[in-house]
């Protein structure tokens, strides 16, 4: 009987190349950050031709697209339009200044991808390199290289191809680089004799820094936790050394974060003109009635100038709150779900539909047994007790215990492959490189059959745009909305300088108001958008007509 015919061979040769690949990477653990980076983006470009640049189409990415598109102009934020009424949009603040209502962290990398590769999405994908390198470095803190790099490449292959972390520009990718640098600075701390450097508490200031940029209130309950257990541990397991290793420490991270916390000050101050007011919160108050956490209590209805945003604040947004309203078995369940998505698989029941919660119970039993990584399943509860505190929770704002769940993961496998293997620890990493390879090419194939059709909100609006770029000229386009209108289909945004934009995006006021609009952008072309009326097409309106019949 051939080689190719017994059924033995396939494994023991992937056990075979597995552990050489190790060999080699191991000597050589800057090489492996840089494969564990690249290897997953590389796959994810490869697919462009068949997966372009994903098209915006939720709010939020808008958001960050402006903020991104602010930060390219080389400012922090812009002046508010003398007509903001009429570009008032979902997430976007316009007095005292027109900005997103977002951290900046997220735009600075859209930025990043713009000024480098000329498009934001590019930031995007930069942000995962640095994550697949970044995950690489925090599971070195915890286990060898030889499980280090495969986890990394699971990571990538996880979250790196088909979900919307990469393929939109929201989520919580940059949340996650911030929570990995966390947990490889913390698990160097505790778990390696050189892991006391210097090096290692700026790298923690930073990821600090970065979780305060994109997920405040989840950065703060994972670095307070984080933080706590970590000093907890220290402490019982060298108490002598534990004083002098925090102070040094301390002081590094205390003087990364008064720096990071001076830019935070300024950027605020240059948005809202408070240096403790963030625009998260401004926009909030001037716009929002739900309250974030069960202990508030919802604000009263403020006026609103258009329909559309007060159906969103005052219908959409309360009715999201009701499906995880706090103290209620489906709130708890489902927070549970999106824990067990962070420390197991990106989205549920992805692949074989294997069930996430047995799953993350297995995975923290085994954390629980080890005393190196027993604290990280106590900041799992703690974690998770924060969560429960919001009135609603999305996926991505897990994202700060990814790194956490990716660690207490790797290991759970490292021991299971050496408790239960006959052969010893290759035979686990050999599976892990068979699991990557799988997920590649499941979560390619996942990529493809996921693009956007023609007909979706996004691609017709991203449509029309182009559209008008093509023609000579300005636009100013007049949305108008019937009763029937979706208010998660909402076509005004605009680029940060509006007065030079190609195409202006403006809301039906009334035909006074959007007379004076026109006047004002008199050498533009004006066109009439009903997107449900016209079926997405721009009606052009003359000198004489406010509004087609």
Request: aromatic share 12%.
């Amino acid at each position: 009987m051939s080689s190719a015919a017994n059924p033995k061979w396939v494994p023991r040769n992937i056990v075979r190349a597995s552990a050489w690949l190790a060999r080699l990477l191991a000597r050589h653990e800057v090489l492996a950050g840089v494969v564990a980076g690249l290897l997953p983006m590389m796959v994810r470009l490869a697919l462009l031709p068949l997966a372009p640049v994903p098209i915006p189409s939720i709010h939020d990415e808008f958001s960050y697209l402006l903020a991104a598109d602010t930060f390219v102009h080389g400012r922090l934020t812009n002046p508010a339009h003398p007509f903001w009424r009429h570009f008032e949009s979902i997430h976007i603040l316009q007095q005292p200044t027109y900005m997103s209502m977002y951290p900046p962290a997220q735009g600075l990398f859209l930025a990043l991808g713009k000024v480098l590769f000329g498009h934001p999405w590019f930031g995007l994908c930069l942000i995962f390199v640095l994550l697949g390198m970044a995950v690489y470095w925090a599971l070195r803190a915890w286990v060898p290289s030889a499980w280090a790099l495969p986890g990394a490449l699971l990571f990538g292959a996880d979250f790196g191809i088909a979900d919307y972390w990469i393929n939109s520009y929201w989520g919580g990718a940059t949340a996650t680089l911030g929570g990995f640098l966390v947990v490889g600075s913390a698990g160097r701390l505790l778990n390696r004799p050189d892991g006391a450097r210097l090096r290692n508490a700026l790298l923690l200031g930073l990821g600090v820094l970065i979780l305060a940029n994109t997920r405040p209130w989840e950065g703060l309950i994972f670095c307070a936790g984080a933080g706590g257990l970590a000093c907890a541990r220290l402490f019982a397991r060298h108490r002598r050394q534990s004083v002098v290793l925090l102070r040094r420490w301390l002081a590094v991270v205390l003087l990364v974060l008064t720096l990071g916390g001076a830019i935070m000050g300024y950027y605020c101050w240059r948005i809202t003109g408070n240096a403790l007011q963030f625009p998260y919160l401004l926009y909030r108050r001037t716009y929002g009635i739900a309250a974030l956490f069960f202990w508030q209590k919802p604000l009263p209805a403020p006026h609103y100038n258009h329909e559309v945003m007060r159906r969103f604040y005052v219908d959409w947004e309360p009715g999201l709150q009701v499906d995880s309203r706090p103290f209620l078995p489906k709130m708890f369940v489902t927070r549970l779900q999106y824990i067990g998505r962070a420390a197991i698989n990106s989205s549920k029941n992805r692949l074989a539909r294997i069930p996430v919660l047995p799953l993350l119970l297995l995975v923290l039993w085994s954390g629980w047994r080890s005393r190196n990584t027993r604290w990280l399943v106590y900041l799992c509860g703690f974690f998770y007790a924060g969560l429960c505190c919001q009135n609603y929770c999305l996926f991505h704002y897990v994202a700060p215990l990814v790194g956490a769940g990716t660690v207490l993961k790797i290991t759970a496998a490292r021991r299971w492959s050496l408790t239960c293997s006959r052969i010893g620890a290759p035979v686990g990493i050999g599976a892990l490189y068979l699991l990557v390879l799988t997920l590649l090419v499941w979560n390619s194939h996942r990529l493809v059959d996921s693009v956007p059709k023609p007909d979706t909100f996004g691609m017709r609006r991203e449509s029309l745009r182009r559209s008008l770029q093509k023609i000579p000229g300005r636009h100013l386009v007049i949305v108008h909305y019937s009763p029937e209108h979706s208010e998660q289909s909402e076509w005004v945004y605009n680029e940060a300088d509006i007065d030079r934009a190609k195409v202006v995006w403006a809301r039906d006021m009334g035909p006074e108001r959007n007379q004076a609009l026109r006047w004002y952008f008199g050498d533009r072309q004006a066109w009439w958008l009903d997107p449900e009326r016209h079926a997405g097409r721009v009606v052009p309106l003359g000198n004489s007509v406010l509004a087609p019949e």
